[in-house]
């Protein structure tokens, strides 16, 4: 007994040295499991860095041209979301600078502007913004909408004043239902904050992924007998296989882990509430499922360009199913529950809820558990695929020295 496990622990030792070599030698699974992995995370981080849009050019039309309407056009410049591009003189012009790109939308100040609000009649200013694109368009409309209605309390607000109440009076009339917003976890609403953190995990899985198919697949095409089962080991001899080679990704993508969780995080600012054991308890399940996952799939590709292709594919269907780009709750039941065969898609809400919001590991015990199930799902497919391949590559031994 004794023996074999000693002999188990040389084994594993053996494959973990002779998979890291691998890696070493293949130019293209270390521009993958490292290089990208550095590079990824930064170039996403820094276009993410501003966090909210800002400044958006847009075009004034002021078709009253008077001191109020003066007055308003220096509030629309005052919103931090909008950069007035210039006043047009018609909607025509305005039209030309939104098609010609040099605006991403139009604010109309109506004729009779000031009149009507001298005469007590409701006046409307017009806002258009380019729908097709989220971002520009949300944050367009909130700059013009909050403008608009500052200027609108303002106006009241006067009305008020000149009937005799005064400025606390007024304001308690105009606004007597005060709401008092609390932002908590991103009181910034940043998109970077949102969304680097999944995108993190992402990345570390995808690269995970296509560095150990294409190693398979090179070992594959080169015909290497690194899935053959030792003569020493029968019962369990693919385990010290899948340990050595589990072990070899693992020690790469601790140093990862470090990288793109700690270093990313500080430089860039982002949440960081929770405590690193937490997110290394957390994490050491997330890798062996991957690693596990990885080594099942890259038994069926002969050719390391196959991993890179099918990866590829992969990628925006696990950026959907995560929830980052679309609310779970929208996603099907039946697709969103598939989805879990992706580590990602237990590990993102729980790693979120660790980094942004301070949880424990109490808090996300539920998806935890699924972590630790899904694990041990992929190591025995992985232990299975290994198994078999090893006995394909042993028959194929086996004939060959028959022939002989």
Same mark, same amino acid.
């Given at each position: ?52 849009v800002r ?23 005052g919103a ?96 007597p239902l ?102 290394? /308890? ?48 929208? /996603? ?73």
């Amino acid at each position: 007994m004794f023996k074999k496990i000693h002999k188990g622990i040389e084994m594993t030792g053996q494959f973990f040295r002779n998979e890291f070599r691998d890696i070493r030698k293949d130019s293209g699974a270390i521009l993958i499991l490292v290089g990208a992995l550095m590079i990824y995370p930064i170039v996403y981080a820094i276009a993410y860095k501003s966090e909210v849009v800002r400044e958006l050019k847009t075009t004034i039309v002021d078709l009253d041209r008077t001191t109020t309407s003066h007055q308003l056009i220096k509030m629309l410049e005052g919103a931090e979301q909008i950069e007035i591009n210039r006043v047009a003189a018609s909607l025509d012009e305005a039209r030309n600078d939104f098609f010609e790109g040099n605006s991403g939308g139009i604010v109309v100040i109506p004729q009779n502007f000031e009149k009507d609000i001298l005469n007590g009649k409701q006046s409307n200013v017009s806002v258009f913004a380019d729908g097709s694109y989220f971002l520009i368009y949300r944050q367009l409309l909130g700059g013009s909408v909050k403008a608009v209605g500052t200027f609108s309390a303002g106006v009241e607000i006067k009305k008020l004043m000149m009937e005799g109440k005064t400025y606390n009076q007024a304001s308690q009339l105009r606004d007597p239902l005060v709401a008092d917003l609390h932002f908590w976890f991103n009181p910034a609403s940043g998109y970077g904050s949102f969304v680097m953190p999944g995108i993190i995990i992402i990345i570390l899985q995808q690269t995970l992924l296509i560095g150990i198919g294409m190693v398979g697949g090179t070992g594959k095409e080169k015909k290497r007998d690194s899935f053959l089962v030792p003569v020493a080991l029968k019962k369990g001899g693919v385990l010290p296989i899948l340990f050595g080679k589990s072990l070899s990704y693992l020690a790469i993508y601790a140093v990862n882990c470090v990288f793109t969780m700690i270093w990313i995080h500080s430089w860039f600012n982002y949440p960081n509430q929770g405590s690193y054991l937490t997110v290394l /308890i957390l994490t050491l399940p997330f890798l062996l499922s991957v690693i596990f996952m990885g080594i099942t799939v890259s038994v069926l590709f002969k050719r390391r360009e196959s991993s890179i292709t099918f990866m590829v594919f992969l990628s925006p269907i696990v950026v959907f199913l995560s929830g980052l780009s679309w609310p779970a709750s929208s /996603i099907s039941p039946i697709v969103y529950n598939l989805a879990h065969l992706f580590p990602s898609t237990i590990m993102i809400p729980a790693y979120m809820r660790v980094r942004t919001m301070g949880v424990g590991l109490h808090e996300i015990r539920h998806e935890y558990w699924q972590m630790l199930i899904l694990m041990g799902f992929y190591f025995c497919t992985a232990a299975l695929a290994l198994y078999f391949s090893a006995l394909h590559n042993s028959k194929k031994a086996l004939k060959a020295s028959s022939d002989l």
